[in-house]
Each structure stands twice: as C-alpha cells, then as structure tokens.
C-alpha cells in the first residue's frame, strides 16, 4: 500500500517563503510521477506543480517564477519551495502520486494522495 505524508506549511506574512514536503512509501520512487495540488473551501482541488522521473518540471502559470519542486531519490521525497506567497496562495496543500514516469496535471490521474497540509498567508 503507498503512503504519502507531508510536512510543513504554516502561517506566512505576504512576501514570505514556505516549503512542504512529502515522503512516499510503498512504491519505489523512481516509478512514480510526483505532484503538489491545492484546495480552497467551495473550489475544484488544481494542480499546482509536478515532478516527472529524472529532471522534468511544470508548474501552473499561477507559480510559475515563484515556486519550485524538486525530488530528492535518496530520501524518497519531493519538496516544494514557495516564495513570495501571496494571499490568493492561502489554501491546503495536497502531495500526489501516479505510477508512471510523467506528472500529468489532471487529479483524477493520480492514485496515492496525502493528507494535506494548509498554507496560510496573511498579514
């Protein structure tokens, strides 16, 4: 069974920089394509970043330039570095996963999903 368990996230005054993580279990890392979605209250969950096998990135144009995403294979775990956060970033943080080699924008795509992590920014 995979398991996917994030950490950080927080309070964050605008302008401030956060960084979650999500270590997987269960599946080897390799095989798996890694993303970060967001939810607010009453909105669609979005994707927000993912991390193909090897060096491939994409972001949504709504991050893009201010947030990153990276793999570490040794730890098992993808992160995700948020700067300059904005208000309108203000939501919980989802860690995702899919068998396969590319990190696909599409939510119903992924099988393993973590528990969630909320991000507050706020003044």
């Known amino acids: 069974q995979v398991h996917l368990v994030e950490s950080g996230g927080g309070l964050v005054q605008p302008g401030g920089s956060l960084r979650v993580s999500c270590t997987i279990s269960g599946r080897a890392f390799d095989d798996t394509a890694m993303a970060w979605f967001r939810q607010t209250p009453g909105k669609e969950r979005e994707f927000v970043a993912g991390a193909d096998w090897g060096t491939t990135t994409r972001y949504s144009d709504s991050v893009k330039g201010r947030f990153t995403i990276s793999r570490d294979s040794a730890k098992n775990t993808v992160l995700l570095q948020m700067n300059n956060l904005q208000p309108e970033d203000t939501a919980v943080y989802y860690c995702?996963?899919?068998?396969?080699?590319?990190?696909?924008?599409?939510?119903?795509?992924?099988?393993?999903w973590g528990q969630g992590t909320q991000v507050t920014v706020s003044s």
């Open positions: 995702a996963g899919r068998p396969g080699l590319v990190a696909v924008t599409a939510d119903s795509e992924y099988d393993s």
